[in-house]
């Protein structure tokens, strides 16, 4: 991959881990908070490796959503980094199909994105697979324990027009000391497999399918006053 497109990721750590990439050449990171932006260019420094002041890294302050409906660029990646979608909140208009029908339509061909997709199992997480899914016409799941969450937090990953093959250990493993410019803390072959090894209870609940996440639904929940921890959870 060659550009990449972040929407949310103001703290720097997702732009911290792409620029890790040899192959990366730009990445524009568009957030809705400069606060958060500035805060974690004078005081994150150590955690994001000064990521948000790296050349490559052009940002845009602004509604993510909006940015991509009108810029005309094209991405290999693009990371949806956002806040979860709780009532009231300010991205749940970031995970609705009419949504992932323009992050697709922003894609290269073969182009991947990525989505946090919160707590992994819960019925929030599978809606939001499902939707994905129903965008793309496929869809992968994976999770790692997010110590700083305190739980399994969920991933879901899409292709446009191109296959979603997971790798071999030693694939990963070659791919690290090839294409990454050091050592990540946390990936490895066996660390990578891992995150798409799906228990059966949880495997069985995602290929059932769920309802799926429509703009009308999130505009209810963004004036909502219904004390509840997730949106879209029923």
């Known amino acids: 991959p060659r550009s990449a497109l972040i929407v949310g990721g103001g703290d720097g750590c997702a732009a911290r881990e792409l620029l890790k990439d040899v192959d990366i050449r730009e990445i524009t990171l568009v957030d809705l908070d400069k606060d958060v932006i500035e805060v974690s260019k004078k005081f994150l420094k150590k955690i994001n490796e000064g990521s948000l002041e ?51 339509s922003k894609l290269e061909d073969g182009g991947a994105f990525v989505t946090q997709a919160t707590v992994f199992g819960s019925n929030q997480y599978t809606r939001i697979y499902s939707t994905i899914k129903k965008v793309f016409g496929n869809a992968v799941c994976s999770h790692s324990f997010v110590k700083s969450f305190g739980d399994d937090w969920g991933f879901v990953m899409a292709t ?75």
């Open 160 to 234: 446009k027009n191109g296959k979603n093959a997971t790798r071999e250990k030693d694939e990963v493993e070659l791919w690290i000391k090839s294409k990454l410019r050091k050592t990540p803390k946390y990936l490895n072959g066996e660390t990578y497999i891992a995150n798409f090894s799906i228990p059966n209870e949880i495997r069985k609940k995602i290929e059932k399918g769920s309802k799926i996440i429509e703009d009308s639904e999130a505009l209810r929940a963004k004036t909502s006053e219904v004390s509840s921890v997730w949106a879209f959870e029923k």
């Open 54 to 104: 790296n050349k490559k890294v052009k940002i845009v302050v602004g509604d993510g959503r909006k940015f991509l409906e009108k810029t005309r660029n094209k991405y290999d990646i693009i990371v949806i980094d956002a806040t979860d979608p709780i009532p009231s909140g300010p991205s749940l208009l970031l995970y609705s199909r009419q949504f992932y029908e323009v992050v697709k």
